[in-house]
């Protein structure tokens, strides 16, 4: 008996200590995953787009949308795939600039460096809750993708509080999302851009809420 009491003690102990470190890594443990191993959610038509001096914004969706990426969304909503050029914290500055020039062609600059993503349409692009977007087309030649993953495994936030209020949903589980564009053009310039951010779950009656990003990296070559 006195045997079996132990054995429970031990077995309760190890479920305890197992329970805290899966706790502890559960997050860098996705993270290191996500180098090798990622879920492709969709892939947006790069052109034409838009830039409102504030984001970017590509799409629609080529081809299947994996069910449910937010809420009960079974597409890409265009405010979920808003791409601005905040940089990561501390300082939370552009990493990247856009600008149009005088002959009407969109360029990112980065490094040092500039890169014509595309050519004014002419046309306006109207957005649900904004205004009016201008449009803009890759130059001939050009052949650009956009892929949208998130993590292969999301972690536990047991401890997350609802400060939105007592009608609000506390988070449950976090996962990475990924946004990752890749231009390249007629004369063999490349273009690559990386935006990541966290995309919170609320549980079975709300699901995946809209995922942050910010511009992680941005290679121009």
């Known amino acids: ?10 077995a309760a102990v190890a479920i305890v200590v197992f ?7 559960a997050r860098p443990l996705s993270e290191l995953v996500d180098r090798v191993r990622t879920v ?10 838009t830039w409102n001096d504030t984001w970017l914004q590509f799409g629609p969706p080529i ?3 994996e069910k449910n990426f937010v809420g009960d969304l079974t597409g890409i909503d265009p405010q979920f795939r808003m791409l601005d050029l905040t940089g990561p914290g501390p300082n939370y500055g ?38 009016d ?15 949208i993953e998130h993590s292969f495994f999301a972690w536990p936030t047991p401890f997350e509080l609802n400060v939105v ?15 990752r564009l890749s231009w390249v053009k007629a004369s ?11 995309q919170p779950y609320y549980g079975a009656d709300n699901g995946w809420g809209a995922p942050g990003g910010f511009l992680m990296q941005v290679d121009i070559r």
Do not use: C
């Open 94 to 131: 552009n990493a990247a600039d856009i600008a149009v020039d005088a002959h009407g062609k969109l360029v990112l600059s980065a490094g040092g460096k500039s890169f014509v993503l595309g050519v004014a349409t002419g046309n306006l692009i109207p957005i649900q809750a904004f205004r």
């Open 188 to 198: 063999g310039a490349r273009l690559t851009m990386l935006w990541a951010g966290e």
């Open 19 to 25: 329970g805290i470190l899966w706790l502890v890594l």
């Open 165 to 179: 209020g007592m009608s609000g949903t506390a988070t449950t589980w976090v996962r990475h999302v990924y946004y």
């Open 40 to 49: 492709r959610v969709a892939s947006l038509s790069p052109s034409p787009f």
């Open 133 to 147: 977007m201008p449009e803009y087309a890759a130059e001939p030649g050009d052949t650009a993708s956009l892929v």
């Open 1 to 10: 008996m006195r045997a079996l009491l132990i054995r429970g003690g031990l």
């Open 63 to 65: 081809g299947d949308v």
